[in-house]
Nanobody
């Protein structure tokens, strides 16, 4: 069974830092494409970052230079380090995965609307609140 379990969400002050984690089971993160999405006050998710099976990373311009994605294959875990946080970074952060198995049933998406980088499996989300 594929599972994505996020941890590390909390409340921090503007300018602060934190790390959120996503531990996977049922597949290997090192051979998968992983993504972090964020849902703000609406019901749509915006893509924050991706880290691909070949190590290539992407960051939305809003977070580039402040956030860093990384993979620890020994723990089958992906991380997102969030630095110099701003109130507009507040939201529920979702870990998502594409194990590159082709067409699969996957798990339910937690948000509506089109996705910049569609993924097959989703975690339950991690609330990050930034206070000014």
């Amino acid at each position: 069974e594929v599972q994505l379990v996020e941890s590390g969400g909390c409340s921090v002050q503007s300018g602060g830092s934190l790390r959120i984690s996503c531990t996977a089971s049922g597949f290997d993160v090192a051979t998968s494409d992983m993504a972090w999405y964020r849902r703000g006050s609406g019901n749509e998710c915006e893509l924050v970052s991706t880290i691909r099976h070949d190590g290539e990373t992407f960051y939305t311009p809003l977070v580039k230079g402040r956030f860093t994605a990384a993979t620890d294959s020994s723990k089958n875990t992906v991380y997102l380090d969030l630095n110099n946080l701003k109130p507009e970074d507040t939201g529920v952060y979702y870990c998502a995965a594409d194990p590159r198995w082709g067409v699969v049933a996957g798990s339910a998406r937690p948000c509506s609307g089109p996705l910049s980088d569609p993924m097959d499996y989703w975690g339950k989300g991690n609330l990050v609140t930034i206070s000014s």
